[in-house]
């Protein structure tokens, strides 16, 4: 049928091309990796809510260190304890995670490009969810514990989105990037969604709180099954794809030249980092991720302090803007795809166009919220489910512009903006701590706001002025046997820097 093929011509040759290849597969498993890493991280914020829950006499009576004088000795489960801690140590808590993920970006883009990203996703997968579910145990030992527990994940988790980047770069073709990198890290929402809103129902079962860690944890083993089996790095290496396919994706994926592992250039620091495009995709992906992480962390207790929701109740809310996110996600690809058949609608419009709407309006929101009352729920809710799901249209943004500007090195461009943007991540509860003293003001949330506010205008201008669509001159090696082998990149005037 039809509708079932894309046509796609390929060396003067047309030919039959499912709709759905493993080039989709692929997507799919790195959909489920993203899910798995954004739930694990945002586990805590919620299973804070419920390991703190005053309402118990034992909440009242246990130390900052989390051990209860009536409960001497290890339990294994640690489901029966809670514990107080300050809003400092809860910030530093959250913070940690960032901490140890922002150290291994790099360093992780980099041996997902020379070594494979199926390998990097593997391992850094695998530890993460072995940590998970020893997460509930270290608090015996104290929250300096859990402390050091979350960052050893962070430092497992820090390759996952430039390994996703490296992967993408070799499996999607020019024309689909958009639409395969956003089922990619559309996975992100999902996994936010499942942790939200399913939460306060995990931490009410019989193992308590704790089966929030734990049910995580197992999850991420069977993934590593299936991504085993089903994954490669790169087409040329996966067993089950069809001829067609590869040459559709060999042929398409980029206008420049791209290199093998083996063969591929020294990366050009100093090239990236004189680029005015790159420069500019460095700044908004800072200034988006603080923004983002600052709501993510800080939602669940925002809507029990000023709202007196309980924490099943909160949850439930707190998924709504990721839900929204994820369906208006796949909205702007249609939309997307719409504005690319009229005449005329570049793909640098196409870019800066989508990054603005997921910008400036989650802006403005954000602003009106700082402004509502804390007895007006329902428009709170509202404005954060707008905040949140608008932003889903920065996938076809800047989130995928470092495959743009640079095919080859695309994992390692990933692995720069992450690390900054995730120093800022990092920041942002800890900024929180300092300005939230009394989490029950309205006018203390509504400075943090603005000043979120603030850093999505900031970001998205600088974005809109500077950002570019070309593949960079850097990228790309000369164009003859000898030169292609050694993975030389060519400067502007065509001579071998």
């Not at 590869?246 to 063969?263: F, H, N, P």
């Not at 390692?412 to 995730?422: D, F, K, P, Y």
Request: overall charge neutral.
């Amino acid at each position: 049928m039809t509708t079932a093929l894309t046509m796609v011509k390929t060396g003067g040759k047309y030919a039959n091309e499912k709709f759905f290849g493993v080039r989709h597969v692929q997507c799919i498993l790195c959909f489920f990796c993203l899910a798995m890493s954004y739930a694990w991280r945002v586990n805590l914020s919620v299973a804070l809510v419920a390991m703190t829950d005053n309402s118990t006499s034992l909440a009242q009576n246990t130390t900052n260190t989390g051990v209860a004088p009536s409960e001497p000795g290890f339990d294994f489960f640690n489901s029966e304890r809670y514990y107080n801690f300050t809003q400092k140590e809860k910030g530093s808590l959250q913070a940690s995670f960032f901490f140890g993920y922002i150290v291994t970006q790099v360093p992780g883009g980099y041996i997902a490009q020379r070594y494979g990203a199926k390998t990097m996703l593997m391992y850094g997968l695998g530890i993460a969810a072995l940590i998970t579910m020893l997460s509930p145990m270290s608090l015996q030992f104290g929250w300096v514990a859990l402390a050091v527990m979350r960052f050893v994940m962070g430092l497992a988790q820090g390759a996952v989105h430039p390994a996703t980047h490296a992967l993408l770069a070799k499996w999607s073709p020019a024309d689909e990037r958009g639409m395969l990198g956003t089922l990619c890290y559309s996975g992100a929402q999902f996994g936010t969604v499942v942790m939200l809103a399913t939460s306060g129902f995990i931490a009410d079962s019989v193992l308590g709180w704790p089966s929030i860690f734990y049910l995580g944890g197992a999850c991420g083993f069977i993934w590593m099954v299936f991504w085993y089996l089903f994954s490669a790095s790169t087409p040329e290496e996966h067993r089950l794809i069809s001829p067609g396919e590869l040459k559709y994706i060999t042929d398409s994926r980029s206008d420049g030249k791209m290199q093998s592992a083996e063969k591929l250039a020294p990366t050009p620091w100093k090239a990236i980092f004189s680029s005015m495009p790159f420069l500019s995709l460095l700044v908004v992906h800072c200034t988006h991720m603080f923004g983002y992480w600052l709501l993510l962390m800080q939602i669940p207790t925002y809507m029990k302090k000023i709202y007196h929701v309980d924490i099943k109740q909160g949850a439930l809310l707190s998924s709504l803007p990721y839900m929204v996110m994820l369906l208006l996600s796949f909205f702007f690809v249609w939309l997307s795809k719409v504005l690319q058949k009229k005449e005329g609608m570049s793909l640098s419009f196409n870019r800066k166009i989508f990054n603005s709407i997921g910008h400036w309006i989650p802006m403005l929101s954000l602003i009106a919220l700082g402004y509502v009352p804390a007895d007006n729920a329902p428009l709170a809710v509202t404005l954060l489910t707008l905040t949140v799901g608008i932003s889903g249209a920065t996938y076809l943004g800047f989130q995928v512009n470092h495959i743009d500007l640079s095919p080859n090195y695309a994992g390692t461009l990933m692995g720069i903006t992450n690390c900054a943007a995730n120093v800022m991540s990092g920041i942002a509860p800890v900024i929180v701590g300092q300005i939230v003293v009394d989490e029950t003001s309205v006018t203390e949330w509504r400075l943090v706001f603005l000043l979120a506010a603030a850093f999505y205008f900031l970001g998205n201008l600088l974005f809109v002025i500077f950002g570019r669509t070309e593949v960079q001159w850097w990228d790309s090696p000369r164009d003859n046997k000898e030169d292609a082998e050694q993975g030389t990149p060519l400067a502007p005037n065509g001579q071998v820097k």
